[in-house]
């Protein structure tokens, strides 16, 4: 059974840093690729990071370029994302995902393909 575990929201002032944690099992981690996914009340969720877990290839969404870096620890089956300089545009309920095909734009820019998901967490950042 695939199962993924998030873990890290809460809430920060603005400019503040917060790290999310992505723990997956049930999968071999080198064949997937994981994106962090985030959806604010009334909006569309959206793919914000996702990484390829083979060979590193990462893909941003504007908006977060710069100020968040998505990284894995194979050691761990764990992906992380950094989140720095937050703002309160930011606040959502962020959620991990993963999928055992397509790039990590791929992936980020079509959310309804990942295969499977964890329960999300939620990062509030206030002004």
């Known amino acids: 059974e695939v199962q993924l575990q998030a873990s890290g929201g809460g809430s920060v002032q603005a400019g503040g840093s917060l790290r999310l944690s992505c723990a997956v099992s049930?999968?071999?981690?080198?064949?997937?690729?994981v994106g962090w996914f985030r959806q604010a009340p009334e909006m569309e969720r959206e793919g914000i990071s996702c990484?390829?877990?083979?060979?590193?290839?990462?893909y941003y969404e504007d908006s977060v370029k710069g100020r968040f870096i998505i990284s894995s620890d194979k050691s761990k089956n764990t992906v992380y994302l950094q989140m720095n300089s937050l703002k309160p545009g930011d606040t959502a309920v962020y959620s991990c995902?993963?999928?055992?095909?397509?790039?990590?734009?791929?992936?980020?820019?079509?959310?309804?393909?990942?295969?499977?998901w964890g329960k999300g967490t939620q990062v509030t950042v206030s002004s």
């Open positions: 049930g999968v071999p981690f080198d064949d997937i690729v």
């Open positions: 995902a993963a999928d055992r095909f397509g790039s990590s734009q791929f992936a980020c820019r079509s959310y309804y393909s990942m295969e499977f």
């Open positions: 990484i390829e877990d083979k060979d590193g290839s990462t």
